[in-house]
């Protein structure tokens, strides 16, 4: 049998030469890089309750689409994911299109928050947004962006208050826990969730970041700082990757109570697609959704597997659904190259064509 490469002393003295190379000028590049604070579009707050900020972001042309998009994010991390950076903004690409755009900032939970419950969330704050953005444009339903979890409880919001809903567009959104390619719900099936947030309070958020890191051990946890070293002669690649790495490590705790409904009935029972996840005194069915339905996936997705995602067609009774299918992963649907170009304009011609 022949290796393509020898490793010998001497070849293994020159990479390690080299690696430090790379290391010593990556010190000197991170002496220039300036800023690497995310969420970058101009926007002010309209709206507070709570932790929870509304945003409105400065539209960028004259005149933007009459019915404005309200961005729900998920819980589990920091909505400026959607703003990352000026060229890596799903926010950026939909201002740019003309859409008038306003997105939940969850905030910080903390133990004052630990018995928030998901009707808190779902007839709490995200329908006090939607009906604050509907008074400011004197409207009687807006347009709903749903991300990710973010996603999942704006299905439950738009089943529960269709009336103030005109359009909904749904981003790598979980319907279905338990189909085969997600792992997440083998994990966390015979999980005591009772025990575990009685013991905590509300959970930490430095738990979930491991638990998605364990996901990809080598990849998230190992390869990608290796392969950081190969960034480390370009500042503008390093502000980036850190960037990034901000995003990543700014997980927000979790209230309890809400962890203890949305493991319980969607991972453990999947009670979603089975119309018994119980908010407030009523059933989520999604037959309810009978308003047009943009559901937007990623067919790399290793968090939200698209089949978990694209179920929603056969379950909601819009006579107006249709899908958008990007070829990349559950990240890079918002920070590629090619989802800058896709995505937003996507959907930014998708609600223009609803009226």
Known sequence: MTFPIQITPENAIKEMAEFNKKISQGFKTLGEVKDTKPGVTEKEAVYQEDKLV?????????????????I?????????????QDDRSTVKGLLEAGLDVYLIDWGYPDPADRFLTMDDYINGYIKNCAEEICRRHSLENINVLGICQG???????????????????????????????DR????????????????????????????????????????????????????????????MEHWINDSPDQPGETVKQFVRDMYQRNALIKGEVQVGSRKVDLANLTMPILNVYASLDHLVPPSGSTILGKLA??????????????????????AQKEVPAGIAKWVKEKG
């Open 184 to 243: 997440l719900h083998t994990w966390v099936e015979s999980l005591d969730v009772e025990l575990m947030i009685n013991a905590l309070g509300n959970l930490p958020g430095s738990v979930l970041n491991q638990t998605f890191q364990g996901m990809q051990p080598l990849q998230l946890g190992f390869k990608k700082y290796l392969d950081m070293v190969d960034l480390m002669d370009d500042a503008a690649k390093l502000e980036n990757f850190l960037r």
């Open 54 to 70: 509304l945003y409105r972001f400065k539209p960028k042309v004259e005149k933007p689409h009459p019915i404005p998009v309200m």
């Open 72 to 84: 729900v994010y998920a819980l589990v991390n920091r909505p400026y994911m959607a703003d990352l």
């Open 317 to 338: 009774k819009s006579r107006d659904y249709s899908e958008m299918s990007f070829k990349g992963g559950h990240i890079g649907i918002y920070v590629s190259a090619r």
């Open 151 to 181: 996603g999942t409880l704006t299905t439950c919001f738009c089943a529960l208050n269709p009336h103030l809903v005109r359009n909904l567009v749904l981003m790598v959104t979980p319907i279905d826990f338990h189909t085969a390619q």
